[in-house]
């Protein structure tokens, strides 16, 4: 068997690590805030090269955190792609905002020269998501959001530390938010998130919501929330950011090695690389003709795979109520289809791409 994703292969390179720190964290009492969470924040922040880290709960609790401290509010729209994962258009609602979709390029990103088009006096922010693990076209949407005096918050759920040109994806608007799902590059051993800005009078409003309005005990400024990192997932979470870069490139070079076993398969198209980017491939995805055929036969040969995703949020049951035609999302929704996941994880071996990739060419033949 072929696993779409092997957490364990990456746990038996650390365990010692793992499981030494998850003891301290007992041993100290510190399961919530304290000493761990803090030392996460600040290399989590350090390794950015940005000046605020605050952890969260999740990676959905981030994005609804940030624009709720951004004053997104009912009656707003905010504008983001239409091929993601739901938690994005879902935190814009949960503000009272309507989401605003935009199709995407030939990377997956949203495609910038559509942006303004659906820019109108109720827009207040821009939330471009970092999909697959590529940067999107950062530069151009900073300066749409200058000049029309919009709100930049990056969508980094699926870029731990990919960079356009040579600074990482987050550090480009006012905030960035971060899951740290299991399945993630860098990933907790439970759910977790961060937000990350380099404005500090952002980041004491957000670290002071996220803890019931409260940055000392007991004394409430504000009403806020309960959304906190907890101490063991950040402990853990620390131990993995030594490794990040290395796990990252080992993603890139499965990468790169996909694309060239596959290339000469007509019948598919590998992903591509946008110029003046690091790609950290937190997932593989294809174009396939006869995907579900093929994903059935991969799975007849025990190749697990998975879609990213299968309906397009536009036409996702939720958003019925927006009427949307496929003509509106071509892109997206032509390739509803056609997307298909293969395994991709750092530890994936020469020999299992080779079997991935060989299996495709004979489902084809």
Request: proline content about 3%.
């Amino acid at each position: 068997m072929i696993p779409f994703i092997d957490l364990s292969k990456q746990y038996e390179q650390i365990q010692i690590e793992i499981d030494n720190i998850i003891t301290k964290v007992i041993q100290q009492n510190a399961f919530v805030q304290g000493s761990f969470v803090s030392e996460f924040e600040s290399l989590f922040a350090k390794k950015l090269n940005i000046k605020n880290c605050i952890g969260v709960g999740n990676g959905t609790d981030a994005l609804s955190i940030s624009l709720k401290i951004l004053g997104i509010k009912q009656g707003d729209e905010v504008i983001t792609a239409a091929n993601t994962f739901i938690a994005t258009s879902e935190a814009i609602s949960h503000c009272g905002a309507t989401p605003i979709f935009v199709d995407h390029d030939d990377f997956y990103g949203i495609d910038v020269k559509q942006i303004e088009s659906k820019i109108t006096s109720n827009t207040k922010a821009i939330i471009p998501v970092h999909l697959y693990g590529q940067a999107v076209e950062i530069d151009t949407i900073q300066k749409i959001c200058k000049k029309h005096n919009l709100f930049l918050v990056e969508d980094c759920a699926q870029s731990h530390f990919s960079k356009f040109g040579d600074n990482y994806t987050g550090t480009f608007g006012d905030i960035a938010t971060y899951s740290f799902y299991p399945g993630k590059n860098l990933g907790a051993y439970g759910d977790g998130g961060a937000i990350v800005t380099n404005d500090n009078d952002l980041a004491n409003q957000i670290r002071m919501y996220c803890n019931h309005g409260s940055l000392q005990k007991n004394i409430h400024q504000i009403e806020g929330i309960n959304s906190r990192l907890d101490g063991i997932q950040a402990a853990i979470l620390s131990v993995k950011l030594k490794y990040i870069s290395e796990w990252n490139k080992m993603r890139f070079d499965a990468a790169m090695k996909y694309n060239l076993l596959l290339s000469n398969c007509e019948e598919i198209v590998t992903p591509k690389l946008r110029p003046n980017t690091t790609s950290v491939f937190h997932l593989y995805v294809i174009q396939a003709n006869r995907r579900d055929e093929l994903q059935q036969f991969l799975q007849q040969k025990e190749i697990q795979t998975s879609m990213h995703y299968k309906t397009a949020l536009p036409f996702a049951e939720c958003y019925k109520k927006f009427n949307y035609a496929p003509k509106d999302f071509p892109i997206s929704y032509a390739n509803q289809s056609k997307i298909l996941s293969l395994p991709m994880y750092a530890e994936i071996t020469d020999e299992q791409i080779e079997k991935v990739c060989n299996t495709i060419i004979e489902f084809y033949q």
